[in-house]
């Protein structure tokens, strides 16, 4: 990429988590915009170019689930990956039915997550 940073999409319900994925991400060389809900993440999708989306399953107005299946109504290529503190082969299933490029059970290991975007989005 040029040497604008790629910008990753955190939607994420819980503040200190948030926090966690801007510094986190920031110290990759990303920049990092994060959002609580699926209607400002639909918003944010439409006017950033995005380098991957962070997405949790439990959010407040719909599930990560539905959220990825509207993404890829649109958009096919956008990486998707699940940061899940479900650990339910279920969910995972169906979030890859929806669309999703990776699933990640929380709590995860930070060199997992970086090798996840290295591979999907990489810098």
């Known amino acids: 990429m040029s040497s604008r940073s790629a910008v990753v999409l955190c939607v994420e319900d819980d503040a ?7 510094v986190m991400l920031g110290g990759w060389g990303y920049s990092c915009e994060v959002t609580a809900t699926c209607a400002d993440a639909l918003r944010l999708i439409h006017e950033t170019r995005l380098a991957a989306i962070l997405l949790d399953n439990s959010l407040p107005d719909c599930t990560g689930i539905q ?24 969910e995972r299933q169906l979030a890859m039915a929806s669309g999703a490029n990776a699933f990640i059970s929380k709590p995860f290991a930070m060199d997992a997550l970086l090798a996840v975007l290295n591979t ?3 810098l």
């Not at 200190?16 to 801007?22: A, G, I, L, N, S």
């Not at 959220?67 to 279920?90: K, N, Y």
Request: hydrophobic residues 35%; negative net charge; aromatic residues 8%.
């Open 67 to 90: 959220l990825c299946g509207q993404v890829r109504q649109f958009d096919t290529r956008l990486p998707i990956i699940f940061l899940s503190g479900s650990a339910h082969d279920e």
């Open 16 to 22: 200190d988590t948030q926090e966690m994925m801007r």
């Open 120 to 122: 999907y989005a990489p």
